[in-house]
C-alpha cells in the first residue's frame, strides 16, 4: 500500500519561512503528478501546488511567489518551501499523490497531514 509522511509544519511568525516535505513509501515515478492541499477551520480543502510527472508546476494565486514545490526522486520526496508567510496561511498541509491506470480507476492517496500556524 502506498503511504505518504508529511513532515516539517510548526509555528512559524509572519514573514518567516517553513519547508515542509512529504516522503512516498516507494517511487514517486509512479504518480502522473503530486501535489499540496491545505484546510483551514471551516474552508474548503484547496489546491496550493502541484507538479506533474513531466515537471510542470501549478499554484494557486494567493501562494504564486512564494511557495515553491519540487522533488526529490532519489529521495521519493516532494517539497513544499513556503517564503513570505501570512496569518492567512495557517492550515493543515496535506500531501496528495495521483496514478493514472491503464484499466483501472484514477488512484489517489493522501498524507496525514501537518499542521502550519503562522502568528502575527
Known amino acids: 500500500q502506498v503511504q505518504l509522511v508529511e513532515s516539517g509544519g510548526g509555528l512559524v511568525q509572519a514573514g518567516g519561512s517553513l519547508r515542509l516535505s512529504c516522503a512516498a513509501s516507494?517511487?514517486?515515478?509512479?504518480?502522473?503528478?503530486m501535489a499540496w492541499y491545505r484546510q483551514a477551520p471551516g474552508k474548503q480543502r484547496e489546491l496550493v501546488a502541484a507538479?506533474?510527472?513531466?515537471?510542470?508546476?501549478n499554484y494557486a494565486d494567493s501562494v504564486k511567489g512564494r511557495f515553491t514545490i519540487s522533488r526529490d526522486n532519489a529521495k521519493n520526496t516532494v517539497y513544499l518551501q513556503m517564503n513570505s508567510l501570512k496569518p492567512e496561511d495557517t492550515a493543515v498541509y496535506y500531501c496528495?499523490?495521483?496514478?493514472?491506470?491503464?484499466?483501472?480507476?484514477?488512484?489517489?492517496?493522501w498524507g496525514q497531514g501537518t499542521q502550519v500556524t503562522v502568528s502575527s
Open positions: 507538479l506533474t510527472s513531466g515537471g510542470t508546476t
Open positions: 516507494g517511487s514517486i515515478l509512479r504518480f502522473n503528478a
Open positions: 496528495n499523490a495521483e496514478r493514472l491506470r491503464e484499466i483501472a480507476p484514477t488512484q489517489n492517496y
